[in-house]
T-cell receptor
Framework: GAVVSQHPSRVICKSGTSVKIECRSLDFQATTMFWYRQFPKKSLMLMAT?????????EQGVEKDKFLINHASLTLSTLTVTSAHPEDSSFYIC????????????FGPGTRLTVT | EDQVTQSPEALRLQEGESSSLNCSYTVSGLRGLFWYRQDPGKGPEFLFTLYSAGEEKEKERLKATLTKKESFLHITAPKPEDSATYLC?????????????FGQGTTLQVKP
């Protein structure tokens, strides 16, 4: 149980274009989903927290107009990187917290974004 | 300020050589401490949640313990497949969003 998927697993896009990453909780409902960014050999950096049906809460320093987050249902959240630049290249990971549990977060497999 | 520090940064063991990873924390009211395993290029895999001092949990060769200041992840007779980065995270009592504070991780390499 507690499986989270992400799509795509890898994406390459050109500078200036936008790319959407999907995060789905497959066997549970997630009232809260989280988006992280991870640099090589570094720990996870929280970008934003999203709750179903409401606006995402962004961490300090994260541009909300650049990283658009939508949490349309209890099993789906999307992250759209708008007007991507090479410095946006990174490993993006989502997590989901099942409703009614002790705040455990279950992570997706991650999406490797490369902006050329 | 809530903070999590893991040590050592890297650990090399021979197969069968037991050891422990440390996670020290300072947090305003601990609501939970979480251990994850992360393989290169993959998302973290949930291992354990500990809620109160004195609590212990086990899974195969791994055992997690918790005190009021730190947690240990004990690895008994490790195998090469236990090689990974182990992440510790805490949930603070001051958080109303479920935000976890992560340590920097310990990268474990187990040699056959």
């Amino acid at each position: 149980g507690a499986v989270v998927s992400q799509h795509p697993s890898r994406v390459i896009c050109k500078s200036g274009t936008s790319v959407k990453i999907e995060c789905r909780s497959l066997d549970f409902q997630a009232t809260t989903m989280f988006w992280y960014r991870q640099f090589p050999k570094k720990s996870l950096m929280l970008m934003a927290t999203s709750n179903e049906g409401s606006k995402a809460t962004y961490e300090q320093g994260v541009e909300k107009d650049k990283f658009l987050i939508n949490h349309a249902s209890l099993t789906l959240s999307t992250l759209t990187v708008t007007s991507a630049h090479p410095e946006d290249s990174s490993f993006y990971i989502c997590s989901a917290s099942p409703a009614g549990t002790g705040y455990e977060q279950y992570f997706g497999p991650g999406t490797r974004l490369t902006v050329t | 300020e809530d903070q999590v520090t893991q040590s050592p940064e890297a650990l090399r063991l021979q197969e069968g050589e037991s050891s422990s990873l440390n996670c020290s924390y300072t947090v305003s009211g601990l609501r939970g401490l979480f251990w994850y395993r992360q393989d290169p290029g993959k998302g973290p895999e949930f291992l354990f949640t500990l809620y109160s001092a004195g609590e212990e949990k086990e899974k195969e060769r791994l055992k997690a313990t918790l005190t009021k200041k730190e947690s240990f992840l004990h690895i008994t007779a490790p195998k090469p497949e236990d090689s990974a980065t182990y992440l510790c995270a805490v949930l603070s009592g001051s958080s109303n969003t479920g935000k976890l504070i992560f340590g920097q991780g310990t990268t474990l390499q187990v040699k056959p």
